[in-house]
C-alpha cells in the first residue's frame, strides 16, 4: 500500500494537474450515467461528433430532440472540464429562443444532475462568481458580438440556426480559434438563402449530420423507453403535413418508413436505421491535446496505490 507521504504527493499532484474525467470523451455516457436519461440513436451521433469535430452542423425535422442534445451537450462540457478552463456561448435568432428553447433544457439538466453553480432567468450559469456559460442574442451585424471569451475548451451552440446570419457565425468563429473548441449548429433546413445552408454544403469545413423524421424511433422501430416516443415526432403529423403539402413528404428526402405499434411498460426492440452522410475536411480532425494523457508528475498513480 502506499505510504501517507506518498498518498500526500499524490494529493499534491492532483491539486497541480487535475485527474481527467472519464467522461471527458463520452457525452453519452455522462447523459446515462450522471442525469439517468436516454439519448437515442441519432443524438448519440451528434454528441459523439462535437466530440472529435470541431465543427459539427446538424439539419433535422422537427421534433427529433436537438434541443434536449445541445443542452445535455452544454452541461456535459462544463461538468467534465476544471472550473475556469471551460466556457459554453449559445446563441438563437431571439432572445426569447435563446432563453425559452435551449437555456429552459439547460436549466433542466442542471436541476437533475443536480449540477454545480446556479442558472439565472436571463441564460447565465455561474459556478461560485466564476461565469462559465451564457446565452445571447446579439445584433445581426455585430462583429464584436463575442468577443472577450477565452478559455481553453470552449463550446458554441447555434440553435435554430437557419434563422442566424453569416455574420454571427463569423462572429461565433472568432471563438473557435484554439484546437479544444467545438461548435454546433442545428437547424429545420427550410430556408436554402440562409447561411446555415452554406455550411451543410461540401467543402464548407463542417461535419454534417441529418436526422429526418422517418430517422426517428417511431418509423426504425429503434429500441428505445416507450415514454420517449411521444417527445418525438409522430408518423400522424408526418402524414397530416404530407396532405397539406399536396402529397410531398416534409422534411429531408429520405426514402423508406414504416410504423412501429406502441409497447407498454418494455422497449420496441426492431432494427433501427442510420442513413447519416458525413462530410468533412482537416479542420475537423480530433485535437490531441483534447485526449492528452496525464503528465509526468501523475504517473507514479497506479503503481503508488497498487496495494
Same mark, same amino acid.
Given at each position: 500500500?502506499?505510504?501517507?507521504?506518498?498518498?500526500?504527493?499524490?494529493?499534491?499532484?492532483?491539486?497541480?494537474?487535475?485527474?481527467?474525467?472519464?467522461?471527458?470523451?463520452?457525452?453519452?455516457?455522462?447523459?446515462?450515467?450522471?442525469?439517468?436519461?436516454?439519448?437515442?440513436?441519432?443524438?448519440?451521433?451528434?454528441?459523439?461528433?462535437?466530440?472529435?469535430?470541431?465543427?459539427?452542423? @446538424?439539419?433535422? =425535422? #422537427?421534433?427529433? %430532440?436537438?434541443?434536449?442534445?445541445?443542452?445535455? *451537450?452544454? /452541461?456535459? $462540457?462544463?461538468?467534465?472540464?476544471?472550473?475556469?478552463?471551460?466556457?459554453?456561448?449559445?446563441?438563437?435568432?431571439?432572445?426569447?429562443?435563446?432563453?425559452?428553447?435551449?437555456?429552459?433544457? @439547460?436549466?433542466? =439538466? #442542471?436541476?437533475? %444532475?443536480?449540477?454545480?453553480?446556479?442558472?439565472? *432567468?436571463? /441564460?447565465? $450559469?455561474?459556478?461560485?462568481?466564476?461565469?462559465?456559460?451564457?446565452?445571447?442574442?446579439?445584433?445581426?451585424?455585430?462583429?464584436?458580438?463575442?468577443?472577450?471569451?477565452?478559455?481553453?475548451?470552449?463550446?458554441?451552440?447555434?440553435?435554430?440556426?437557419?434563422?442566424?446570419?453569416?455574420?454571427?457565425?463569423? /462572429?461565433?468563429?472568432?471563438?473557435?480559434?484554439?484546437?479544444?473548441?467545438?461548435?454546433?449548429?442545428?437547424?429545420?433546413?427550410?430556408?436554402?438563402?440562409?447561411?446555415?445552408?452554406?455550411?451543410?454544403?461540401?467543402?464548407?469545413?463542417?461535419?454534417?449530420?441529418?436526422?429526418?423524421?422517418?430517422?426517428?424511433?417511431?418509423?426504425?422501430?429503434?429500441?428505445?423507453?416507450?415514454?420517449?416516443?411521444?417527445?418525438?415526432?409522430?408518423?400522424?403529423?408526418?402524414?397530416?403535413?404530407?396532405?397539406?403539402?399536396?402529397?410531398?413528404?416534409?422534411?429531408?428526402?429520405?426514402?423508406?418508413?414504416?410504423?412501429?405499434?406502441?409497447?407498454?411498460?418494455?422497449?420496441?426492440?426492431?432494427?433501427?436505421?442510420?442513413?447519416?452522410?458525413?462530410?468533412?475536411?482537416?479542420?475537423?480532425?480530433?485535437?490531441?491535446?483534447?485526449?492528452?494523457?496525464?503528465?509526468?508528475?501523475?504517473?507514479?498513480?497506479?503503481?503508488?496505490?497498487?496495494?
Amino acid at each position: 500500500m502506499a505510504s501517507a507521504h506518498e498518498l500526500a504527493l499524490q494529493t499534491f499532484a492532483d491539486l497541480l494537474d487535475p485527474p481527467e474525467n472519464p467522461y471527458v470523451c463520452d457525452p453519452v455516457g455522462w447523459v446515462r450515467d450522471r442525469l439517468g436519461e436516454f439519448m437515442w440513436s441519432k443524438q448519440r451521433e451528434i454528441a459523439e461528433s462535437v466530440v472529435v469535430n470541431r465543427y459539427t452542423a @446538424i439539419k433535422s =425535422a #422537427h421534433d427529433t %430532440g436537438k434541443s434536449f442534445t445541445m443542452s445535455r *451537450l452544454a /452541461a456535459w $462540457w462544463l461538468d467534465v472540464h476544471p472550473i475556469g478552463e471551460a466556457f459554453v456561448v449559445t446563441t438563437a435568432p431571439t432572445t426569447a429562443q435563446v432563453e425559452a428553447i435551449l437555456w429552459r433544457e @439547460i436549466g433542466k =439538466a #442542471h436541476r437533475k %444532475g443536480n449540477l454545480p453553480g446556479r442558472i439565472t *432567468l436571463d /441564460a447565465k $450559469w455561474y459556478m461560485g462568481q466564476e461565469l462559465v456559460a451564457y446565452g445571447r442574442k446579439p445584433a445581426d451585424y455585430d462583429q464584436a458580438a463575442f468577443q472577450g471569451i477565452h478559455a481553453r475548451y470552449v463550446l458554441v451552440l447555434l440553435d435554430e440556426a437557419v434563422g442566424i446570419p453569416k455574420s454571427l457565425f463569423d /462572429a461565433v468563429d472568432a471563438l473557435a480559434t484554439n484546437v479544444n473548441a467545438r461548435v454546433a449548429a442545428v437547424a429545420n433546413p427550410d430556408d436554402p438563402s440562409s447561411h446555415f445552408t452554406q455550411v451543410c454544403k461540401p467543402g464548407s469545413g463542417w461535419v454534417v449530420k441529418r436526422i429526418s423524421a422517418f430517422d426517428t424511433p417511431a418509423y426504425t422501430g429503434e429500441k428505445v423507453p416507450e415514454e420517449l416516443l411521444p417527445l418525438l415526432v409522430s408518423p400522424e403529423w408526418v402524414e397530416e403535413r404530407k396532405i397539406r403539402g399536396g402529397g410531398q413528404q416534409p422534411d429531408l428526402p429520405i426514402q423508406g418508413s414504416r410504423r412501429v405499434p406502441g409497447h407498454r411498460g418494455r422497449l420496441t426492440d426492431l432494427a433501427q436505421v442510420d442513413r447519416s452522410r458525413t462530410e468533412a475536411d482537416a479542420r475537423t480532425h480530433a485535437p490531441p491535446d483534447h485526449r492528452s494523457r496525464h503528465r509526468t508528475l501523475r504517473r507514479g498513480r497506479d503503481r503508488n496505490h497498487a496495494p
